[in-house]
């Protein structure tokens, strides 16, 4: 139904609860469906981490910047930029609902994990694959990215 009706998720990102039963153990889970809407939610999540620890940007100050298949978040309190990441899962923090039929929906846990909301920090963090060493060539990548909007 919601992948029929996307519209309602640009107002709204329901709340789904159920329960699973594994080995006879009953577990309630929460997961939050939502829409991929730039500038304003990535994967449908309003993120607000930036990597500078002292920055707490209120949310008016962190974008979502880039493509609709790859963007980053960018804090103007700062000036810090994410790396990109791409419009797929990153499991276990988001799902992507249907690539094929629906793929700007997203659901990831209710409330948000700590993975979730570090989502962008903690790839920017990671080395790049091409590069192993502590100097990542994310910057240059970014630069070059810059050009592109
Ligand atoms: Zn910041």
Redesign the pocket.
């Known amino acids: 139904m919601m992948a029929a009706n996307e519209e309602i998720l640009h107002h709204t990102s329901p709340v789904i609860i159920y329960s699973t039963t594994s080995d006879g153990q009953q577990t309630v889970r929460a997961r939050r469906l939502a829409k991929h809407t730039l500038p304003w939610r990535a994967f449908g999540y309003e993120f607000r981490a ?3 620890p002292d ?1 707490n ?1 209120p949310p008016y ?1 962190m974008h979502v910047k880039g493509k609709t298949n790859r963007f980053r978040v960018a ?1 103007s ?4 930029k994410s790396a990109k990441l791409e419009l797929k899962s990153y499991e276990p923090h988001v799902y992507q609902v249907n690539p094929v039929a629906s793929p700007l929906l997203f659901w990831h846990s209710y409330p948000a994990s700590p993975g979730l909301q570090n989502l962008f920090v903690d790839a920017s963090r990671k080395p790049s694959s091409r590069m192993a060493g502590p100097e990542s060539d994310s910057d240059m990548d970014i630069s070059v990215d810059e050009a592109e909007e």
């Open positions: 930036c990597m500078n920055c940007p100050q804090c309190k700062c000036g810090w």
